[in-house]
């Protein structure tokens, strides 16, 4: 196999960046196809953690790495994480990072619009990070947003940014809001634009030119399936799609140039913000889970709500994304229950399904129906062979598989970086 595209099978965190990290060594090039800077990746190495939110998690390996168009970017975050990593001693240069040219600028006023909104819908809010992706990508949608190469002239940046501007701040004013700044706002891009550009290339020519015949490349996807725009929970969704098939799109690429999709799955479930949930456990279990497994937001530190692991969840998200192979990570959160739980059905009225339902009104209404399995109560971390965990534990494994039809591959048994078990070769 050549290519792979990674992407989070859940509602996020589900261990994306550490995977790619550990994949990434046999790869030429990681390529981030969406999102903005609320996703987030964690790696650790030894003592030292690193959090990316919108820089593609194969530079701490000095990986060749490219941010498609249909990522927004956030210029002021960029170059601020670019800092941070380089005060790690993280090499990056112009070398190893280019930026599509046609991708989307989140501005500052972004985040102002999506806060704003979530105040004023007040019960009603989706639970958004407040970093303004949502806002961002409907200026794109609508045809009015900024893009990369939009730096390039600053007659044309000074046009578009002054429509821009008046536009919003039609919507600022009626909710009592101070205006957003032209004057400001463009002295910043000036002031940017040269730390930018030369990060930037025409990302459809860069991608197909012969240097990339022979390479292997690495898709690096953000956010979780079932926050995709299209396939998610809607509305309670982020504003991109998550699907694997964006990453042809997003780079300009033939779609077979994707490869294999690997899924990343928890061995529990976690969900962040406002929307159905139907594993969720708001009891003691669903906090020590919250608890063992640090479940808070690596860029909100916001606290996530958990649940047990939900199958059939996981199935919508296979076939959503033609999920090839698993990567099951965080097994040893659950190293300590004398129970664990996995769903398997739902209860919806008198009926039993199978399936996930696609309106939040059915979804807010199944109960979850569980197989019961006796926990492994031992330590998994550590371990470096399947056949060396638990009984229990290798049966928690067996259960997935068998209820998903798609082969475990990886598993993440500890926060550090070498803390995965390899199943099965698939690079």
């Known amino acids: 196999m050549k290519n792979l595209t990674i992407v989070g099978a859940q509602w996020g965190d589900e261990g994306k960046g550490k995977i790619v ?5 046999k790869f030429d090039a990681v390529l981030r196809f969406q999102g903005g800077h609320n996703a987030g990746h964690t790696i650790v190495i030894g003592k030292e953690k690193f959090i990316l939110s919108i820089l593609p998690s194969g530079l701490i390996r000095n990986k060749l790495c490219i941010i498609g168009s249909s990522v927004v970017i ?6 601020n994480e670019i800092n941070l990593l380089k005060k790690k001693k993280i090499n990056i240069s112009t070398n190893n990072l280019k930026i599509a040219n046609n991708a989307s600028i989140l ?3 972004h985040s102002l619009i999506d806060k704003a909104r979530e105040k004023e819908l007040s019960k009603k809010k989706i639970g958004t990070t407040g970093r303004g992706i949502g806002p961002c990508y409907e200026d794109k949608i609508a045809r009015r947003g900024l893009k990369i190469y939009d730096l390039e002239d600053t007659n044309t940046l000074k046009t578009r940014l002054n429509n821009l501007i008046n536009f919003h701040n039609i919507f600022l004013k009626s909710v009592s809001q101070k ?7 463009f002295k910043l891009l000036l002031s940017i634009r040269k730390k930018i550009l030369p990060f930037s290339v025409n990302i459809n020519e860069f991608v197909n030119s012969k240097l990339f015949f022979k390479k292997k490349l690495l898709f690096e996807g953000a956010q979780g399936l079932m926050l995709d725009i299209d396939h998610g929970t809607f509305p309670f969704v982020t504003s991109s799609n998550t699907i694997p098939a964006t990453a042809a799109s997003s780079l300009g690429l033939k779609p077979s140039k994707i490869g294999h999709i690997l899924g990343i799955m928890k061995a529990y479930t976690t969900r962040v913000g406002e929307g159905p949930f139907p594993t969720e456990l708001k009891s003691k279990i669903g906090l020590e889970l919250a608890k063992n497994g640090h479940e808070f937001g690596s860029v909100t530190g916001r606290p996530r709500r958990c649940g047990w ?10 076939n959503i994304a033609g999920i090839d192979f698993i990567a099951l990570t965080k097994i040893d959160v659950l190293d300590n229950f004398e129970e664990i739980k ?10 039993n399904i199978d399936f996930m339902p696609s309106s939040n009104k059915d979804l807010n209404n199944v109960k979850p129906l569980y197989k019961t399995l006796k926990g492994w109560c031992e330590k998994t971390t550590g371990i470096k062979n399947k056949r060396n965990l638990p009984k229990k534990a290798q049966k928690f494994i067996k259960v997935i598989e068998a209820l998903l039809n798609v082969p475990i591959v990886y598993l993440s048994n500890g926060p550090e970086r070498n803390d995965i078990i390899n199943l099965k070769r698939i690079t």
């Open 107 to 109: 501005l500052p006023f």
């Open 21 to 25: 990290d550990h994949l990434c060594g």
């Open 309 to 318: 692991f939900d199958a059939v969840q996981c199935k919508k998200a296979i």
């Open 179 to 185: 205006k957003i700044s032209f004057k400001k706002t």
């Open 342 to 351: 996995i769903c398997y059905k739902y209860k919806m009225g008198k009926k």
């Open 74 to 79: 956030d210029p002021i975050h960029l170059l």
